[in-house]
């Protein structure tokens, strides 16, 4: 704010800092109340502000709230069902994981630079023993 307005008066630059700083205020109720305290300056607008915000997380925390449960004798049975669904989509994604592990990428446009033929690279190649020539 020196910097920015340096032709100010002090008091001027503080009220311009502490608008600045309520107007920056993202939650609407803490912004209203901090505009409500009227501060004169950015201090005590921030002092005020973080008195506010202290308040507000406390009272939210205090809140004693019982919650009820209702047991209406179906939880077992959804477990079971649960587990089996988790059974199933383990199966299935270990066939599909073990089935991409055993089929290899083959490009068919890829030639060998050992043999000179389509469709593999040398690592993939195979061999061939002398009596099994194509």
């Known amino acids: 704010m020196s910097l920015a307005y340096a032709e100010c008066p002090q008091d001027v630059r503080d009220s311009l800092a502490d608008q600045y700083f309520v107007d920056a205020i993202r939650d609407k109720d803490t912004q209203h109340a901090t505009r409500?305290?009227?501060a004169k300056d950015l201090k005590s607008a921030l002092a005020y502000?973080?008195?506010y915000e202290a308040a507000k997380t406390v009272s939210k925390?205090?809140?004693n709230v019982?919650?009820?449960e209702v047991d209406?004798?179906?939880g077992k049975e959804k477990d079971d069902k649960f587990d089996c669904l988790l059974k199933t989509l383990e199966k299935l994604l270990n066939s599909h994981v073990a089935?991409?592990?055993n089929t290899p990428r083959r490009n068919p446009n890829v030639i060998c630079w050992k043999c000179n033929k389509k469709g593999h690279a040398e690592r993939q190649r195979q061999t061939f023993s002398p009596n099994q020539e194509s």
């Open 72 to 74: 209406d004798g179906t």
């Open 66 to 68: 019982r919650s009820i």
């Open 61 to 63: 925390i205090t809140r």
């Open 99 to 101: 089935g991409k592990m």
């Open 36 to 38: 409500l305290m009227d």
């Open 49 to 51: 502000n973080m008195k």
